[in-house]
């Protein structure tokens, strides 16, 4: 199985600031039919159900406010928060769907 | 809008069985392979078992092999869970989800909660 292991488990940030999660595959998950990369994030919140924040490594999800990007290539992806705000103080997991799903160990995002 | 509401969870022994339920609405379910994800108390995301849009194709984590039994309805807009021989370590919430064509789970039930003790 494809292993994604996250950078940092934790990470204090100050509200207004830029927050980086990164994520680093095990194997390429690039894939063929239309080279783009299996990578997907999600959002967690306490007591809430994941959430779908971005796809396809970069492309965000109709909704989810511009401050979340996504980047990546080969076996390291990274999502940006650009300027973070209270709302955003949760649990992020990347997640890859190439072969057998598998999902990163999460990165509590929490307030410095 | 799109709904995934699950049921059935609850406290078994180990040993025991359960079997979850995942009512769908809001969208057409016979067109989108759907899956089972857990998260044990504290921990990470774990995909359990998905099923293709026919349910003619099932798949399983290795954990689960064997004594879990992922199924559907497509006339009922329903995905199912059957778990049995169930262990101390299955204790999670289980969450319903849908697979897009985008290669991610894009709605989320709000989970049912199993928790195996004796």
């Known amino acids: 199985d494809i292993v994604l292991t996250q950078t940092p488990d934790s990470l204090p940030v100050s509200l207004g600031e830029r927050a980086i999660i990164r994520c680093k595959s095990s194997?390429?998950?690039?894939?063929?039919?239309?080279?783009?990369?299996?990578l997907s994030w999600y959002q967690q919140k306490p007591g809430q159900p994941p959430q779908l924040l971005i796809f396809w490594a970069s492309t965000r999800k109709w909704g989810v406010p511009d401050r979340f990007s996504g980047s990546g290539s080969g076996t390291d992806f990274t999502l940006t928060i650009s300027s973070l705000q209270a709302e955003d103080v949760a649990v992020y997991f990347c997640h890859q769907y190439y072969s057998t799903p598998t999902f990163g160990q999460g990165t509590r995002l929490e307030l410095k | 809008e799109v709904q995934l509401v699950e049921s059935g969870g609850g406290l078994v022994q180990p040993g025991g069985s359960l079997r979850l339920s995942c009512a769908a609405s809001g969208f057409t379910f016979s067109h989108y392979l759907m899956a089972w994800v857990r998260q044990a108390p504290g921990k990470g995301l774990e995909w359990v078992a998905n099923i293709k849009e026919d349910g003619s194709e099932k798949f399983y984590v290795d954990s689960v092999r064997g004594r879990f039994t992922i199924s559907r309805d497509n006339a009922q807009t329903s995905l199912y869970l059957q778990m049995n021989s169930l262990r101390v370590d299955d204790t999670a919430m289980y969450y319903c989800?849908?697979?897009?064509?985008?290669?991610?789970?894009?709605?989320w039930g709000q989970g049912s909660r199993v928790i195996v003790s004796s």
């Open positions: 989800a849908r697979f897009n064509d985008s290669a991610s789970f894009d709605k």
């Open positions: 194997q390429s998950i690039l894939a063929s039919f239309n080279n783009k990369h299996s």
